[in-house]
DNA sequence: CTGTTAGCGCTTTCAG
DNA sequence: CTGAAAGCGCTAACAG
């Protein structure tokens, strides 16, 4: 059985123009914001498209102006509910602005220039990267074309492209500062292997603070993946190690969320009274009852307008130099640490 | 400051024609899967687009053929774990057929019709709804335009619109079954005010399956929403209503961990010893070694191909009858139902 | 198998 | 302010 026919002719502006005894132009313009058009004209037009159930055929019209709405989003690690949170704020956003978000799910394993291969091939006017594939290659090209790249929370690199960053760097800070004002004398971080850029600051930057903050060094314990299997994995070894320690920086809630449920399990010790625990990004699991869990919150609607902002940005001046956007953590305090 | 100048003219299919000393249409050809090019010529065709950076222009193919490779998801409820391996994993799927996936978070809250209407000046070729909205008028103007729609887990509408289902019914009757089984007397079911279809469905085969089974009818307690929260809020009514109970299906494992760590926090009632819960969906929080849900599974992988399956034929065969697919569940046994 | 010829639906100079 | 005309990049129908 072949295909059957079927399919509407779509009303066109010249059905319109038609009905509202003007030309396809005065259609247009009616439609774009700005133009010139009479507003009683426009009146007729508006009224005759409505009537008609007329809708700009955008594809068309991006067709001319080489410029589509269309924003691709390359993430990865969707199961993560942070990155979730970001994809979705940033949607929205985008959504609001008029544009139109294409969303490409690329696990790191998989070829990244490919993603923007299929993407650009749809004119997108721009890609907004929150993926952790390092995306040195594709971005080169995209920029080559003349098509924006936004990072979030990646590593900069060497084509001028904006970033927009949570503060990474004061998530190890406060972190570290909090659980030795709150009597940690030996802190462990737990981590994973192959940290991505903003995971690396993180661990760095607590890595410094504790060494300020505290007699002891802290300890590191790394899981395989940046996630609750890898907090489970590094808090297991954290406790077997038979090393002794009283306060824990996650670099990831997620993360976090594995670890507690292990010390839950896997021992005696209370949280918080023999041991402190803080995590970082502020997922919505950590204010269910069963964690309560103190963290570095990063506010992701913040996020959202920030890399939304600097895309639009980047439209009206394609030659300003790269930006670096930094946006303000704060630590939220719940039940895994003291409250004194 | 007004805009720069900038953006290199992209390369064109007769940029590529004139330096593979061919016609557009050849070039043209050699990109169409199928086409009647000589190997020869597509060898040249491509090795000269290699050179210089061609792409084939989707948008302007799109506005020959009237018809573009976009297909809308419109998602709410991304807070659940669920819906979001849905999402992923429809998307994947979409993008493995070599079509984008345009991303519209929309909650039941705002209005639906408004974001169809935003799909559809991009000639999306093709809308899936995963949301709870009551999409019953954007359907019937989809399907007046001739764009196909596909419904995941909703209610059939007058429209002939594709749906795919998990099997719901399944969903109770196995809860209810296994329950029985595993020696509960007395069964009570969690789920929301004002639920979504599936769940309607879900809570309506339970409490049917319990008259079947059991001695007591089960009793009902609601969350004011279909999430984490919304279990707690339930369980913690149905503690404090006195009445004795030994098992408990949830709607959904959004919920059912929320009501889980009520019971652990709120009572020193065991699970599985004192009482038995089991989830629905399977989400990947269930294995979590906190929470060890027992679970109704739903294969998100499957259903995602079921969707893009349904898309497909209904590209081929416009007019054919509205499809209903329903997909299987089974029972995964954790730890909060007990083994024997 | 290949080139030529017409558009797809819209915007946009350019005259009027 | 408005219409006519040209063209965005591509495909499809038709001859050859």
């Given at each position: 059985m072949k295909s059957d026919e079927d399919k509407p002719r779509p009303v066109t502006s010249v059905d319109v123009a038609l009905k509202a005894g003007v030309s396809r132009s005065a259609v247009s313009r009616s439609f774009?914001?700005?133009?010139?058009?009479a507003p009683e004209t426009r009146e007729r037009v508006l009224k005759a498209a409505a009537e008609l159930g007329y809708r700009v055929n955008q594809l068309a019209r991006s067709l001319t102006n080489?410029?589509?709405a269309l924003v691709g989003i390359v993430a990865a690690?969707?199961?993560?509910p942070f990155r979730v949170e970001q994809i979705e704020q940033i949607s929205r956003r985008l959504i609001a602005q008029n544009f139109r978000p294409i969303l490409m799910p690329a696990e790191?394993?998989?070829?990244p220039s490919h993603v923007i291969g299929l993407l650009l091939e749809y004119s997108v006017s721009g890609v907004i990267v929150t993926s952790d594939t390092p995306p040195e290659a594709i971005c080169q090209e995209c920029i080559s074309l003349g098509v924006p790249v936004v990072l979030v929370n990646k590593r900069g690199i060497d084509a001028p492209v904006d970033r927009v960053l949570m503060d990474n760097e004061n998530c190890g800070r406060l972190a570290a500062e909090a659980l030795a004002q709150k009597g940690c004398r030996q802190l462990a971080l737990i981590t994973s292997e192959n940290p991505s850029y903003s995971l690396e600051i993180r661990q760095r930057s607590f890595l410094e603070m504790v060494g300020e903050f505290c007699q002891q060094p802290a300890m590191v314990f790394r899981g395989a993946f940046q996630n609750y299997e890898g907090g489970v994995q590094a808090m297991s070894e954290l406790l077997t190690s038979a090393r002794s320690f009283d306060g824990i920086f996650c670099v990831t809630d997620y993360m976090a969320l594995g670890a507690l449920d292990q010390i839950r399990l896997g021992t005696?010790?209370?949280?918080?009274?023999d041991l402190q625990v803080i995590g970082c990004?502020?997922?919505?699991?950590?204010?269910w009852q069963g964690y309560r869990l103190s963290t570095i919150r990063q506010d992701t609607a913040k996020l959202a307008e920030a890399v939304v902002e600097a895309l639009l940005n980047r439209f009206s001046s394609p030659n300003a130099p790269a930006t670096t956007r930094i946006l303000p953590v704060e630590l939220i305090e719940r039940s895994t640490t003291r409250s004194q």
């Open positions: 774009t914001p700005g133009a010139s058009v080489n410029r589509s690690n969707m199961d993560n790191a394993a998989e070829d005696e010790r209370k949280v918080p009274e990004d502020d997922i919505r699991q950590c204010s």
